[in-house]
């Protein structure tokens, strides 16, 4: 069983669509979380922390329930330019070492 | 201010060969971690480096070895080349003293090995 797990997709959504990605880690010590968003070919940026209480931002909703172990990421009004793959992932200590999944991957069509 | 940089961008070697990757911390930060990424899979720790030591080690054979420099840049080396090596590397910095900070990653090297 993987650390961090994902659906791969691909979620082809049109635009204006919400959408959301599901993602379990299995190491209930994990700390920290993030997701990440990797377009084709190019290395992964920060999308978003993830936190205990749920964070917003924009179009961008995350929330992290420590008991399921399960993580989310909704996307309201998807865009274009969301086409990409979001990378969910799990910090495992105070050293840093991040676990990612294999990543989501969102098709946004006109 | 400078973000991660890596060099080179693109690197076909053969097999069995050695090859040697470099990465440039973001300005302010002191930690450097190494990340191997196989096609259609995600980042995979290799191994993180401060203070110039090898703090923290992911499931990698020691064909794979790293050193920090006291200006934080680091490099990645990689010997006895095998096939499945082929991969994005990726290299990502952050500050120690800034508790959970997300990671900065730089553009990657991309190795080919035939």
């Known amino acids: 069983r993987k650390e961090v797990e994902q659906d791969p997709g691909p979620f082809n959504v049109p635009e204006g669509a919400t959408v959301a990605f599901n993602c379990t880690y299995s190491?209930?010590?994990?700390?920290?979380f993030f997701w990440y968003r990797q377009d084709c070919r190019k290395e992964p940026k920060l999308l978003m922390s993830?936190?205990?209480s749920g964070n917003e931002d924009g179009r961008f909703t995350a929330q992290l329930n420590r008991a399921s172990q399960y993580i989310s990421l909704l996307i309201r009004d998807s865009k274009l330019s969301d086409s990409a793959t979001y990378l969910c992932?799990?910090?495992?200590?105070?050293?840093?070492?991040?676990?990612f999944g294999s990543g989501t991957r969102l098709l946004v069509r006109p | 201010d400078a973000g991660v940089t890596q060099s080179p961008t693109h690197l076909i070697k053969t097999r069995g060969q050695q090859v040697t990757l470099r990465c440039s911390p973001k300005?302010?930060?002191?930690?450097v971690s190494w990340y191997q990424q196989a096609l259609g899979q995600g980042p995979q720790f290799i191994f993180q480096y401060y203070e110039e030591e090898e703090r923290q080690r992911g499931n990698f054979p020691d064909r794979f070895s790293g050193h920090q420099f006291p200006n934080y840049s680091s490099e990645l080396n990689v010997n006895a080349l095998l096939l499945g090596d082929s991969a994005l590397y990726l290299c990502a910095s952050r500050n120690r003293d800034r508790g959970n900070s997300p990671l900065h990653f730089g553009n990657g090297t991309r190795l080919t090995v035939t």
């Open positions: 993830v936190y205990s």
């Open positions: 300005s302010g930060h002191d930690t």
């Open positions: 190491n209930s010590a994990s700390q920290s």
């Open positions: 992932v799990a910090g495992m200590d105070s050293s840093y070492k991040l676990i």
